[in-house]
């Protein structure tokens, strides 16, 4: 095996208590032993922090928001510290990969690819930021001379509430974002993988970040969580997971009106028509199901197919899941991991008997390989029907629905894509350019895909519906961790 991995290995299980101003606070003394799903072993263990220790994380972030060090620092010298970041980040891309893999469970190839490759992006994209925050010049109207124009000034002391399907990416996105606007943060890792938001503590301030501006509480999201988010001192709220824990974060944020942004749960739709380049659309699809192991908000889990390909699409689909190896992430050539934990295999096993038993036919996987581990195969339903839980709810599992159309109405077609609570992600695979346009524009979800995918920094990203509040990347992406100020000077 990649000694990447004992590498990894002696870092996690170094890694504990909470990051508080500049320093590791070992808190309470309580812990949460930290799994790796792929073998069920703990690894390590993290502090259950509660309301103590959130209480000193949002008055260290309070002080460095305040602090002239951070308050008055000259944009060009945030952008250098975001970027001196990044490149940590990338100096250790093999380590964080590693620990990414052991704490999560996806596959060493996409951790270092995908899961680290995007924090990078991501905090390249957002250090670009500091020095083109700029507000606008209004013509005014009222009667007299005045110059008028607004400023974007950052909303203070962020909570960044993260999940564990993309830990590392997730985190790395939220953290620049929100100290790209000049907000201070106290970030909380999911306590199912929480190991590269502790080892990002220790990237923060070897870059040089002032003591306080990044602070991070590990612990359960009803203890370390709800802590957070009910913490007078808290100004911004962050949250990216699932709908319920986003609509009890919403309700619990209403008291003293945090802002709030919200990145959830979808159920998006791919749709193939029949001039699509099937060689790309099929493995494009498959992936955008069973990569991560199903576990990506974005996850295409229902497939509309058009009548005409519909025997070509599946059979090429089967072909090419079948080949898909699933297994340890630290071993070579496997594609798909384990689930995130016992929990998550058993509800998803739940899915798969429940479209059984609802009558959709299934033509791939529905099991669970022998353990340990926590292991679910790539599963296809067919005959899938708007009624039925497998193509309602958000499994967060490597299955996918299938259903048919035909020629027809093209509002038609996309009142059955857009028939969900959801509305994250859309992806459409046509030559037809009059077809493309056409459902970009009808389909009712935050972004859709034509002939392809990737995460795109630049491009905003979040829900329409049920799949969130507000949007993460892009300018709105910053924007959404300031107050926008008018000011208007007369003369
Ligand atoms: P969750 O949404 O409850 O957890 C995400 C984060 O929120 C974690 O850091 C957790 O500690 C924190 N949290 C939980 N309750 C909180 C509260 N009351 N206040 C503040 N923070 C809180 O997700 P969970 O429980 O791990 O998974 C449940 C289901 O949610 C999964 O089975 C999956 O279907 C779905 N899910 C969807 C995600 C998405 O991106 N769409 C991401 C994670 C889970
Ligand atoms: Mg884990």
């Known amino acids: 095996m990649n000694p990447i991995f004992d590498t990894a ?25 930290v799994l790796d799903p792929a073998r069920e072993t703990a690894i390590g263990a993290i502090a259950a922090g509660g309301a103590d220790e959130v ?11 305040d602090a002239p060090s951070w308050s008055a620092m000259p944009a060009a010298e945030r952008e250098r510290l975001l970027l001196r970041l990044a490149d940590l980040v990338e100096e250790n891309r093999d380590e964080l990969a590693a620990v990414e893999t052991i704490d999560n469970g996806m596959p060493y190839g996409v951790s270092r690819m995908m899961a680290v490759g995007s924090a990078i992006s991501a905090i390249r994209y957002h250090a670009g930021w500091p020095r083109r925050l700029t507000g606008e010049t209004v013509p005014m109207s009222v009667p007299g001379n005045w110059h008028g124009y607004t400023t974007h000034e950052a909303l203070g002391v962020a909570a960044l509430i993260v999940p564990w399907n993309a830990p590392f990416a997730i985190t790395c996105t939220k953290v620049s974002a929100a100290l790209a606007a000049g907000c201070t943060v106290v970030l909380k890792p999911a306590e199912l993988a929480p190991m590269s938001g502790l080892r990002l503590a220790e990237l923060v301030a070897q870059a040089g970040f002032p003591e306080g501006v990044v602070n991070v509480v590990t612990g359960t999201g009803v203890e370390a969580g709800a802590a957070l988010v009910g913490h007078p001192g808290i100004d911004k709220i962050s949250f990216t997971g699932s709908t319920a824990t986003g609509k009890a974060i919403l309700h619990q944020s209403v008291g003293d009106l945090k802002r709030v942004s919200l990145e959830l749960g979808g159920k998006s739709a791919s749709i193939v028509f029949p001039d699509a380049d099937l060689a790309r659309a099929i493995p494009a699809v498959a992936m955008g199901i069973f990569g991560n192991s199903g576990q990506v908000c974005a996850a295409g889990s229902r497939l509309f197919l058009h009548e005409t390909i519909f025997d070509r699409f599946i059979e090429g689909l089967v072909a090419f899941t079948q080949k898909l190896r699933v297994g340890p992430g630290t071993e070579e050539g496997i594609a798909l991991g384990p689930l995130i934990s016992g929990p998550q295999r058993d509800k998803v096993m739940a899915y798969i008997e429940a479209g059984k038993a609802e009558g959709a036919a299934l033509i791939a996987g529905g099991d669970a390989p022998s353990g340990p581990g926590y292991f679910v195969n790539p599963t296809i339903f067919v005959d899938a029907d708007p009624s039925m839980s497998i193509v309602r709810e958000e499994i967060f599992g490597p299955v996918l629905s299938v259903m048919k159309f035909g020629d027809g109405d093209l509002d038609d077609l996309a009142a059955r894509a857009n028939d969900s609570i959801y509305g994250l992600s859309a992806y459409v695979w046509t030559a037809h350019l009059g077809h493309a346009h056409a459902m970009a524009k009808k389909l009712r979800s935050g972004s859709v895909k034509i002939n392809g995918s990737g995460m795109e920094f630049a491009l905003p990203f979040g829900g329409f519906r049920q799949s969130g509040l507000g949007r993460e990347h892009g300018r709105h992406g910053v924007e959404a961790f300031t107050e926008t100020k008018s000011v208007m000077v007369g003369w």
């Open 9 to 33: 290995r002696a870092r996690i299980a170094a890694l504990s208590g909470h990051f508080i101003d500049g320093a590791w606070r070992k808190g309470s003394g309580a812990t949460i032993p």
């Open 55 to 65: 209480d000193q994380a949002v008055r260290a972030a309070r002080r460095a928001f």
